[in-house]
């Protein structure tokens, strides 16, 4: 069943078109990277998908509960700990003290943050901690979708990929869909069923690949190996390295 479905969206900022004729669909419990170039506008994408930008042009079908976001910064609020930044997406819809309590360690306990670092403030926080922290609270409204904005960019390799690992399991567990904005191919592959390409213009899906295997349980060779063969002999990644210096999205 598709959950997330976009229809012909476009976008422009101060008259130039950065989106055009874009359209893609994202079923249930499915994750779908979306790659390509720096600067042809996956963030604003991935933030028109949410409903934080409103498009131009174009139709979105969410057919889903309720969604969360992770960003590429944690966005954590400074004055409130690890507890009361997880939990303040369950104080803006009301819910009660024990259930904001037991939702807060259900999802500090799924991205494998310990209890005694709940009462922290960010600043006391190591990065991978105050990333850990975002996710938690993307995930304590129990969503069945959730937007990852290129979140683990400014981690080293090894904490990047057990936050990925992190993801990947509690997308599993929870059975939430999610739309994964990357740079990073080999975090593509790592994480998803489909890796959907944009043009380097911002045209429309340039076209896309289905993984072998399940997400997490490929392991590193094979994952090396896919995409050495995607981007040795696949066309359509023949231009996901170019930079436009001239795009921020």
């Known amino acids: 069943m598709t959950v997330l479905a976009l229809h012909g969206i476009g ?3 101060l ?5 055009d004729r874009i359209a893609l669909k994202v079923s249930t419990a ?3 990277a979306l790659v390509g170039p720096s600067g042809c506008g996956k963030t604003t994408l991935v933030h028109i998908a949410a409903g934080l ?3 131009v042009r174009g139709r979105i079908e969410r057919r889903y509960r309720r969604h969360g976001m992770v960003f590429q ?3 954590l609020l400074p004055w409130a700990t690890a507890r009361g930044n997880i939990a303040y997406p369950l104080h803006l819809v009301g819910s009660g003290r024990g259930l904001r309590r037991r939702r807060v360690e259900e999802a500090a306990a799924r991205v494998a943050l310990a209890p005694e670092d709940l009462d922290k403030y960010p600043v006391e926080l190591s990065g991978g901690m105050r990333q850990r922290t975002a996710i938690a609270r993307s995930l304590v409204t129990e969503p069945d979708f959730v937007f990852f904005d290129e979140p683990f960019t400014a981690l080293d390799v090894a904490l990047k990929r057990r936050l ?4 990947v399991g509690a997308a599993r567990q929870a059975r939430f869909a999610a739309l994964f904005v990357t740079h990073d191919l080999l975090e593509a592959a790592r ?4 890796i959907l390409v944009l043009d380097a213009d911002g045209r429309g899906i340039e076209g896309e690949r289905r993984l072998p295997g399940e997400p997490g349980r490929r392991d590193e060779v094979e994952v090396f190996d896919l995409v050495r063969r995607f981007l040795a002999t696949d066309p359509l990644f023949r231009r996901i390295h170019d930079v436009d210096e001239r795009r921020t999205t």
């Open 11 to 13: 976008h422009a900022y």
């Open 15 to 19: 008259g130039r078109t950065v989106l």
């Open 30 to 32: 499915e994750i779908v």
């Open 53 to 55: 930008v409103d498009p």
């Open 73 to 75: 910064e944690p966005r």
């Open 164 to 167: 990925q690992d992190l993801v």
């Open 191 to 194: 994480i998803a069923h489909r």
